[in-house]
């Protein structure tokens, strides 16, 4: 067996080169182009790049370029001409959207149309799935790569859309305040992802449904008590009817802010602060409404021995993923708790645009 990195360990390695900094190098054969995160990327780094070829590009997703009133040529994705003049800080502004409001004019932006956009489209999710703002600075490559991490395009694509195994990692009792017959379980996914967990209840019947629950981790509202979600009291509301019932299985998925991570999740807010709604926030980080998997939630529950379950949720969202994954949803329970005025208007976003049943 070769000691080498297969292209899960190679993309693993990237993504941890791109929050870096460092630019990484997509091939499709002969062909070589340089992707950068818009975001990380510094004014050296950005220079050599800009060497390299007579109009580098600012790939970023449709989202973020219908808040620039820039031309998507490319369907979901814009590639944006670099000015002669333009620094890091310009790349940084087209990026993310903390100063759109107080310097609105950032134009003219010239997008580029033709040719191949799949190294662009790579780098994107290369981005995303790092948690870092998806905006990428796209270039052909030329001169001394060594040492830098290469990805063949066509390993690449099949792997982005493939699902990777959870293996189970551990599992140890885990006395609760809503239980003291409690146990945590671990899993860990292939690809150097985070892990996610399972807090089991009881001892639940494997051949009966199991009430469950897919909670996506939320720093501020689990840990700190926010005012601006309702994860915190979901989550406790939860455990504490698992504990009343005697049994079940809270399925705690590091998916943070729906899935784009802290950081962009506090850019979000940040974004609220001025005015927009949740939806309206992710739109101009370049996002979609939700980037999350439900998918994992279903892949701990089978590996664990369940196929059905009675989910507690608001969102028809996960119960379809739920269904398609193959775990079967015998009832919906609804966990209508923690609305405060501060999370009023975020609680009927979600019911108006993302068909939460509040």
Known sequence: M?????????????????????????????????AASAETIGPARLSAMRAMAPEPVLAITSRRAETLKARAYDGNLARILLPEDAGSAWVRAIADPADDLRHP?????????????????????LLKSA???????????????????????????????????????IQARLPLEVSEAGRLHVFRPDDGGEEHYA????RPDRSQPVLSRLHSACFTGDLMGSLKCDCGPQLRAALAQMGAEGAGVLLYLNQEGRGIGLANKMRAYSLQDQGFDTVEANHRLGFEDDERNFRLGADILRTMGFSQTRLMTNNPAKIAMMEKAGIAVTERVPLRVGKTAHNRAYLATKAAKSGHLL
Not at 3 to 24: C, K, S
Not at 199 to 202: D, T
């Open 2 to 34: 070769s000691l080498a990195p297969d292209i899960t360990e190679r993309m693993a390695r990237a993504r941890a080169d791109l929050r870096m900094g460092l630019p990484v190098v997509l091939s499709d054969g002969a062909t070589k182009m340089l």
């Open 105 to 125: 004019m950032k134009g003219p932006l010239n997008s580029q149309r033709g040719g191949d956009t799949d190294p662009h489209r790579v780098a994107i999710a």
């Open 131 to 169: 948690r870092l703002l998806p905006a990428a600075i796209v270039v052909p490559a030329a001169g001394d790569l060594s040492g830098l991490t290469e990805l063949a395009l066509d390993a690449v694509k099949p792997e982005l859309a493939r699902n990777h195994p959870l293996t189970p990692v």
């Open 199 to 202: 807090v089991e209840i009881g």
